[in-house]
C-alpha cells in the first residue's frame, strides 16, 4: 500500500502547514487552506530516476554547450527570451484567457517542428480536432513532425514525454492537469505544483525544454499558486487590449535573460504576427503637431527606444477642486509636473481642469517624458501647435530638465523617423529656457 501524508495548503499562496489554520500566516487570506493528501510516489523504473545524477564536478569540469538555444522561428520572442529557447529550461507563458497563448505556441510548434526536430503539444483544455482545425487556419503547410496529445493526466503525459523525446514539450495549460497521486482536483494548488514539478524535473533531467500556459485570476497574478512563478526559469505574460490586435510579451523573470525587453505581436485572422516596426503603433500620425495639445516623445522600453505622442486638454474649472485626468502616466507624476509648471514657470494652472492621455494606450513609467508631457500642457493651455518636435528629458522639483537614460539611443529614433527638431537636456538646463524657446 502506498503511504500517504497529509498537509494542508493554502490555495492562493501555497504555503504548507501540518495543521489546519483559519488565516494563513503567508499571505493573510482567510480560510484558503485545503487539506491535501500526498501519496509518497516513487518512480521505480522512470527514465528520470536512471539519468539522476548527483556527483559533485569541479567548475572548470562543467561543460559548457555552444548550442544551447533553440531558436523559435519569432525574432521577437527569441530577443525577450534572451536569444532563444534555452535546452532544459521551464517557461510559465502566463495571460488573460483568449489573449492567444494557445495560439501563439501553436505556431512556435509548426515553426520548431522540423525533420529532424518533433515537438509534443500537450493539450488539456482542446480535443485533438481543434487544435488541427487551428492549425489548419495558421498555416498551410503539412507539418507532420508535430505531435499532439489531448489527456490531462500528468502521469501519462510525462511517460509519452519521455517515449518521444522531443526538442521542445508545450504543456497547455499547466492548471488543468491533475494526477491520481495527488488529492484534490485540477487546477488546486496541490495538483499544479505536482504537476509543474514533474514537468520540470524532466526538462532539466533529459534536457529538453519545457513551455506551460498559465491562466491568470482578475487580480493579474498567475492563477493558484505563485508558487509556480518560483519553480520556472522564465516568466512570460502575453498582455494587450481584448479589442485591440496589438499584444505585448514581457518577461517578468529569466533566468537565461534580460527581463526589461518586450516583444510586439498583432492578432490577426491567420494566427499571431510579430511587428517588427512598430514606429506607427502608438503614434496617430495625422493629429500629431496639427492641433495644440500634442507632443511626441520617445521612450524606452527595455532596451527598445520608441516614438509616442502625448495629449493634454486643459480647460477652465467649474468646480472648486480641479480635476486631473492622468491615462497611461501616474497620477501622481502629473499632479508634481503640474506643480512645478505652476511655480517655476508662472503658468497658472490652478483652476483648471487636466487630462493628460498616452495615445495607442501604452502606460509609461518613464520619467524620460517628462518634458513632453509639460509641453502638451502649456499647449493646450495656451493654445500653441508644437509641431514637429520632440521632447526627451526629466523634470526636477526645481524645474531644471535632467538628462533621460539613453538619450542617444531615443534622439537616433527620433531622428529616424524624420524629426530633426529635439528638446533635451542637450540644449537646455530648465524648463523656462524651453519655454522661452517656444514663444521665439
Ligand atoms: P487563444 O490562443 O485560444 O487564447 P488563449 O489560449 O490565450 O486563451 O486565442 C483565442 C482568440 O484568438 C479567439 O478570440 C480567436 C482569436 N484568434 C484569431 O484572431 N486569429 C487566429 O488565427 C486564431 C487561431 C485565433
Ligand atoms: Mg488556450
Redesign the pocket.
Same mark, same amino acid.
Given at each position: 500500500m502506498k503511504k500517504t501524508t497529509t498537509s494542508f495548503v493554502c490555495q492562493e499562496c501555497g504555503y504548507d502547514s501540518p495543521q489546519w489554520l483559519g488565516k494563513c500566516p503567508e499571505c493573510g487570506n482567510w480560510n484558503s487552506l485545503r487539506e491535501i493528501r500526498v501519496a509518497e510516489f516513487k518512480p521505480q523504473n522512470s527514465l528520470v530516476a536512471q539519468k539522476v545524477n548527483i556527483e559533485p564536478k569541479r567548475l572548470d569540469q562543467i561543460k559548457f554547450q555552444k548550442k544551447q538555444r533553440l531558436l523559435t522561428g519569432f525574432s521577437e520572442l527569441d530577443t525577450v527570451l534572451g536569444g532563444g529557447i534555452v535546452k532544459g529550461s521551464a517557461i510559465l507563458l502566463a &495571460?488573460?484567457? &483568449? #489573449? &492567444?497563448? =494557445?495560439?501563439?505556441?501553436?505556431q512556435i510548434g509548426l515553426k520548431m517542428a522540423t525533420a529532424k526536430e518533433k515537438v509534443l503539444y500537450i493539450s488539456a *483544455? *482542446?480535443s485533438e480536432e481543434q487544435i488541427k482545425l487551428?492549425a489548419d487556419? #495558421?498555416s498551410s503547410k503539412k507539418n507532420s513532425n508535430l505531435f499532439i496529445v489531448s489527456s490531462t493526466n500528468t502521469d501519462l503525459v510525462c511517460e509519452a514525454i519521455q517515449k518521444l523525446n522531443p526538442a521542445l514539450v508545450i504543456v $497547455? =495549460?499547466i492548471q488543468t492537469m491533475e494526477s491520481e497521486n495527488v488529492s484534490g482536483l485540477s487546477g488546486s494548488v496541490g495538483q499544479v505544483r505536482y504537476g509543474a514539478f514533474q514537468f520540470i524535473k524532466l526538462a532539466k533531467t533529459l534536457g529538453i525544454p519545457v513551455v506551460m500556459?498559465g491562466?491568470v485570476t482578475k487580480e493579474g497574478m498567475v492563477a493558484g499558486p505563485m508558487v509556480l512563478s518560483h519553480m520556472v526559469d522564465t516568466l512570460l505574460f502575453?498582455e494587450g487590449e481584448?479589442f485591440t490586435?496589438t499584444r505585448i510579451l514581457r518577461s517578468l523573470k529569466n533566468r537565461f535573460g534580460p527581463v526589461d525587453e518586450i516583444g510586439l505581436f498583432a492578432? *490577426? $485572422?491567420?494566427? #499571431?504576427k510579430e511587428l517588427t516596426s512598430p514606429e506607427q503603433l502608438f503614434l496617430s500620425k495625422e493629429s500629431v503637431g496639427a492641433v495644440s495639445g500634442s507632443v511626441l516623445s520617445v521612450t524606452m522600453e527595455g532596451t527598445r527606444p520608441f516614438l509616442i505622442e502625448i495629449q493634454a486638454l486643459v480647460v477652465n474649472s467649474k468646480i472648486p477642486i480641479p480635476r486631473r485626468v492622468a491615462s497611461g502616466i501616474d497620477y501622481k507624476r502629473l499632479e508634481l509636473l503640474l506643480a512645478v509648471l505652476q511655480k517655476h514657470c508662472n503658468i497658472p494652472l490652478s483652476g483648471m481642469d487636466v487630462f493628460v492621455n498616452v495615445a495607442g494606450g501604452i502606460k509609461l513609467s518613464d520619467p524620460g517624458t517628462d518634458l513632453s508631457i509639460c509641453l502638451a500642457i502649456i499647449s493646450s493651455f495656451q493654445n500653441i501647435k508644437i509641431s514637429n518636435k520632440v521632447g526627451i528629458g526629466e523634470v526636477g522639483l526645481l524645474g531644471e530638465v535632467r538628462r533621460a537614460n539613453s538619450l542617444e539611443k531615443r534622439i537616433k529614433e527620433a531622428q529616424k523617423l524624420g524629426f530633426k527638431d529635439i528638446l533635451s537636456s542637450n540644449k537646455f538646463k530648465t524648463l523656462r529656457d524651453v519655454l522661452a524657446s517656444l514663444s521665439k
Open positions: &495571460g488573460d484567457p &483568449g #489573449i &492567444g497563448k =494557445s495560439t501563439l505556441l501553436l *483544455e *482542446e487551428r487556419r #495558421i $497547455d =495549460s500556459v491562466h502575453l481584448k490586435s492578432m *490577426e $485572422d491567420a494566427g #499571431i
